[in-house]
């Protein structure tokens, strides 16, 4: 899950964020700023086999997951602390009869509890708070990856410098990101090769902000006697302002595929 987006729902704290995810996200498959076939793209040109090892952390529905287990016949495993979104995950997972390949966690990722090398990919899009972040899910990879293997990770970039007052209403400071090339350092730093990258569109952004203000505008017109529907809809409305003032033209979002070295 975006990480603009776990400041969005912090910013909504009349509710439970889950069900803000939820509502917020329907229709949408994959939870990111990122377009369909750009996901889909990037799945079929990943090199696993059917005795590929997967881990998706803050898999949310798992829809990654799902592409990647019915594409490779592999194995997987997803962990997100969202219980309704693992309990969706898992229904459609055995409904795709796949659920004999993909375990999915209800629970607080704990990088500390698993052996080393012991993955051909890791993932993690949009979603390093559940870690610590990008440079703590980078170096935790790094150590669960097999050489040779991979690491997707998907985060936040500033596009320009943060205004002031965009920062005052995300309620965070200037290093809550890097730059995309301050992602791509990082990651070089820590001895990883890039293998791609994507930097997600304008038209991507717009259709992944449209579609998410859209979802609870509907839910506010369609319940109006819901006793959180006031507050949804002016926090909606607050944020939709703030990111065509701001956000826009500030806050990027980048997939960066990785090759841990052999």
Same mark, same amino acid.
Do not use: H, K, Q, Y
């Given at each position: 899950m975006l990480h603009s987006m776990i400041l969005k729902e912090r910013a909504c704290q009349y509710m439970n964020r889950e069900r803000l995810s939820a509502i917020a996200h329907e229709g949408i498959e994959f939870w990111?700023?990122?377009?369909?076939?750009?996901?889909?793209?990037?799945?079929?040109?990943?090199?696993?086999? !059917?005795?590929?090892?997967?881990?998706?952390?803050?898999?949310?529905?798992?829809?990654?997951?799902?592409?990647?287990?019915?594409?490779?016949?592999?194995?997987?495993?997803?962990?997100?602390?969202?219980?309704?979104?693992?309990?969706?995950?898992?229904?459609?997972?055995?409904?795709? !009869?796949i659920d004999a390949r993909l375990q999915l966690k209800c629970e607080p990722f704990d990088g500390g509890s698993l052996p080393d090398r012991s993955y051909d990919l890791a993932a993690c899009i949009g979603s390093t708070h559940a870690i610590t972040d990008l440079e703590g899910a980078l170096c935790l990879f790094a150590r669960l990856v097999k050489p040779g293997g991979l690491v997707l990770v998907g985060d936040g970039y500033w596009q320009r410098a943060p205004d002031a007052g965009y920062l005052e209403f995300l309620g965070c400071t200037a290093d809550a990101y890097r730059t995309h090339s301050g992602n791509l350092a990082l990651a070089q730093d820590l001895a990883f090769e890039v293998v791609a990258t994507h930097e997600t569109s304008a038209d991507e952004w717009a259709q992944y902000e449209d579609s998410y203000a859209s979802n609870i505008e509907r839910f506010v017109e369609a319940n109006p006697h819901d006793p959180e529907a006031p507050a949804m809809a002016r926090k909606i409305r607050a944020w939709r302002d703030a990111y065509l003032r701001w956000g826009k033209d500030t806050l990027g979002f980048g997939l960066y595929l990785l090759k841990v070295p052999e």
């Open positions: 990111n700023p990122v377009a369909t076939e750009v996901c889909e793209r990037w799945i079929d040109n990943l090199p696993l086999t !059917s005795e590929s090892e997967v881990l998706d952390v803050g898999c949310g529905r798992a829809a990654l997951l799902f592409r990647i287990v019915e594409r490779f016949g592999c194995r997987a495993v997803g962990v997100d602390i969202a219980e309704s979104s693992i309990a969706a995950a898992t229904a459609i997972a055995a409904a795709r !009869s």
